[in-house]
């Protein structure tokens, strides 16, 4: 069963405009990890959040964590039409052991020029 | 660096076949895993390594073998392929435990 929830599974927006994704999960979690797949290609980590933080920023993108509700989101701020890709969370459970990420079934980010 | 290659890009088989899906990486990462990804779903686990001959299972293991004789390379063996292994597999690797993961750019298998 998958641990991670994306909303919304698709959002369509304006270049220059931000675009907020959520992620809810199931269990407790040692981290919680963002990634990105461009179309017909792998998926590239973005930015990971220890369960001991809240916020976290890299560029244009800011994670927030709220592990009493079991929840993150992903700020993409000023989009741009390259960030166009489906975006993926993954938690590593606190227990069971780590290198298992687990994934949502993802949010499809449209941004047009 | 390549960092992690993952061959061939594109695979049909018919049932019953048995393929290996090639998987290597460059870096030195201990950490290497398989998932599954299915139109509109995530990706889901399928095995996964923690070093050199140390591997378990993940959350759809059946049908799956892999073995991990070196830190470099993870295969992972349809035994006996079926129409429901048709998906696009991709591999990844990760050097420190609770760290982000580098994929590979995937297998696309059909089964007919």
């Known amino acids: 069963s998958q641990q991670g929830e994306e909303d919304p599974q698709a959002l369509s927006i304006q270049e220059g405009e931000n675009a907020t994704m959520n992620c809810s999960y199931k269990t407790s979690i040692n981290n919680l990890q963002w990634y990105r797949q461009n179309s017909g290609r792998g998926l590239v980590h973005l930015i990971l959040?220890?369960?001991?933080?809240r916020e976290k920023h890299s560029g244009r993108l800011r994670v927030t964590l709220d592990t009493s509700k079991k929840s993150s989101s992903l700020l993409i701020t000023a989009s741009r039409a390259a960030d166009t890709a489906s975006y993926f969370c993954?938690?590593?459970?606190?227990?069971?052991?780590?290198?298992?990420?687990?994934f949502g079934a993802g949010t499809r980010l449209a941004v047009h020029p | 660096n390549a960092g992690v290659t993952q061959t061939p890009k594109f695979q049909v088989l018919k049932t019953g076949q048995s393929m290996t899906l090639q998987c290597a990486q460059d870096?030195?990462?201990?950490?290497m895993s398989w998932y599954r990804q299915d139109p509109g779903m995530g990706l889901r686990l399928i095995h996964y390594s923690v070093g050199a001959g140390i591997t378990d299972q993940g959350e759809v293991p059946n049908g799956y073998n892999v073995s991990r004789s070196t830190t470099e390379d993870f295969p992972l063996r349809l035994l006996s392929a079926a129409p429901s292994q048709t998906s696009v597999y991709f591999c990844?690797?990760?050097?420190?435990?609770?760290?982000?993961?580098?994929f590979g750019s995937g297998t696309r298998l059909t089964v007919v």
């Open positions: 993954a938690t590593v459970p606190f227990s069971g052991g780590y290198n298992k990420l687990i």
């Open positions: 959040i220890r369960s001991n933080e």
């Open positions: 870096m030195n990462h201990e950490y």
């Open positions: 990844a690797s990760s050097g420190e435990p609770y760290n982000g993961y580098t």
